[in-house]
């Protein structure tokens, strides 16, 4: 929705977020069965879900121009503990379906080939989860400084009601 | 003659950072950043962006202050544009690096491949051919860098170096890696692919330093231009390749076809260099047949495309009688 100027979202960070969910339900969840019945999926797809029900609200009654304080301090707080339930959630998901991945050659391609290319998704994945280590810190730090703006700012604005 | 003054404030605290009284009406914003300079030596003259408005764009070294619309005290607005770092030095470290790079996985260095495969030799003819191509590919580079290109701008932000480099070094070594691999596999169609696609290598080669050249011999001696962007810009027709870059008539020429046949695709576009670039890289990828070189050539082209549509559009907007035809990188098409 920020790349059509609905909500004010960067594009960046918002897509990033797609695909990463994305990546975690196609190409971890779905392509290793195995992993489906684990308590970390359980785990992030409650994270994810409490997540988006608190920020759509938010955006709809945003829009409405009428922002219950409630939805808007929701979803500036509540993130504190979903993120990291959410991150935990998705390392663990990845993590236990390496073995099955590693053991099935799954999406990967060996060299020799007619087009001299080849790509691990067992290194691939672990890749994934080591960009966590400097990714996830930058947006929870964000969120926070966004947090520490807005739930000021309204501060402020109720003092002249 | 009436002298100016110039005040230069901070563009985002609006501090006052310095007071020039005394100013020569005909000083010019280059004359202006020394003097500032003086003051606070941390912040030399590349680093700084001076504006009429905090959120403006930036002065150009060669404004003359009379010309400018201010009044005689004068407000300029200062912008760190952070350490800076010369093209050349850019251009040099992230051409030398593939050059380098590529070596070491044709030698088979030892742990890159199994210790097996240390220094030994691939006994594929287009693996050897493969690796002249791409060496004579940067090593023209680095000489274009230092007899042939003209940077105006002269500097760039310090971080692009860190980026440049990483893309240029990093795709080196991925493509390195598979061409020189024990277990390569030559092309499908044989000899004959690689004397084709080989063709198409040579060929481009020699149209990109064509234009090249024939962009450098486009003006006289003693000019420089802003270039649009971050990629090569104008190339200037002295042989001396330090001068500093000297202000005076900023007129450019359009670029035309000469006597050298590799020239006429300016009939069609206007950054004819990029064209031959792209296919260049295809010519290598088609000769190799690897999957990498050809994903490298893809990222080259969506970047060196956005460069010349920028490209394209400063023409246009600058030369009203612009021929019509020419499209930015390919013929007729994009």
Request: aromatic residues 16%; glycine residues 6%.
């Amino acid at each position: 929705m920020g790349e059509w100027g609905i909500v004010p979202s960067s594009v960046v960070l918002t897509s990033f977020q797609v695909m990463s969910r994305v990546f975690l339900i196609w190409a971890v969840t779905h392509s290793v069965k195995e992993v489906q019945t684990e308590d970390s999926v359980l785990l992030f797809v409650i994270a994810w879900t409490i997540t988006e029900i608190i920020r759509y609200s938010f955006y709809t009654f945003s829009l409405l121009n009428h922002l219950p304080y409630l939805i808007k301090w929701a979803r500036y707080t509540l993130f504190i503990v979903l993120y990291p339930m959410g991150v935990s959630g998705e390392l663990l998901t990845i993590y236990a379906a390496l073995p099955f991945v590693r053991q099935a050659g799954l999406y990967s391609i060996s060299l020799p080939n007619k087009y001299n290319f080849s790509f691990d998704y067992y290194a691939f994945l672990i890749l994934i989860m080591i960009s966590y280590i400097p990714i996830f810190p930058q947006l929870y730090f964000h969120m926070i400084h966004q947090r520490r703006k807005v739930l000021s700012h309204t501060e402020e604005h109720k003092k002249f009601e | 003659m009436k002298h100016y003054e110039v005040e230069i404030l901070d563009a985002k605290t609006r501090e006052k950072l310095c007071f020039l009284d005394k100013v020569e009406p005909h000083a010019t914003i280059a004359e202006i950043k020394n003097l500032f300079t003086k003051t606070h030596p941390q912040w030399y003259p590349a680093r700084q962006s001076l504006r009429l408005d905090p959120k403006g764009k930036s002065l150009k070294d060669e404004d003359v202050l009379q010309k400018l619309p201010v009044g005689t005290t004068a407000t300029l607005y200062f912008r760190d544009l952070g350490a800076q770092i010369s093209w050349v030095t850019v251009f040099l470290t992230e051409y030398a690096g593939p050059l380098f790079i590529y070596l070491l996985f044709y030698f088979r260095v030892p742990f890159i491949y199994g210790h097996k495969y240390d220094f030994t030799s691939s006994r594929h003819t287009v693996v050897h051919l493969a690796c002249i191509c791409h060496s004579f590919h940067y090593v023209k580079r680095l000489l274009e860098t230092l007899f042939v290109h003209r940077f105006s701008h002269g500097t760039m932000p310090l971080r692009n170096i860190f980026k440049n480099c990483t893309y240029y070094w990093g795709f080196a070594a991925w493509m390195a890696y598979y061409i020189n691999h024990p277990l390569y596999t030559p092309p499908t169609y044989g000899a004959q692919q690689v004397k084709l696609a080989l063709a198409i290598f040579v060929i481009c080669q020699l149209g990109n330093f064509s234009i090249h050249m024939a962009l450098r011999d486009l003006r006289p001696a003693g000019e420089c231009l802003q270039g649009a962007g971050g990629q090569l810009g104008w190339v200037r027709g002295s042989d001396f390749l330090f001068l500093p870059c000297l202000p005076g008539s900023k007129t450019r020429k359009i670029p035309y076809p000469t006597k050298n046949p590799f020239t006429w695709l300016f009939l069609l576009v206007s950054c004819p260099n990029y064209t031959y670039e792209v296919g260049s890289w295809i010519g290598f990828a088609i000769m190799t047949q690897c999957l990498p070189v050809a994903l490298f050539s893809l990222v080259g082209f969506t970047q060196m495309t956005i460069w010349a549509k920028g490209k394209h559009r400063s023409y246009l907007k600058e030369f009203r009688d612009y021929p019509p035809l020419r499209m930015p990188i390919i013929p007729f098409l994009l």
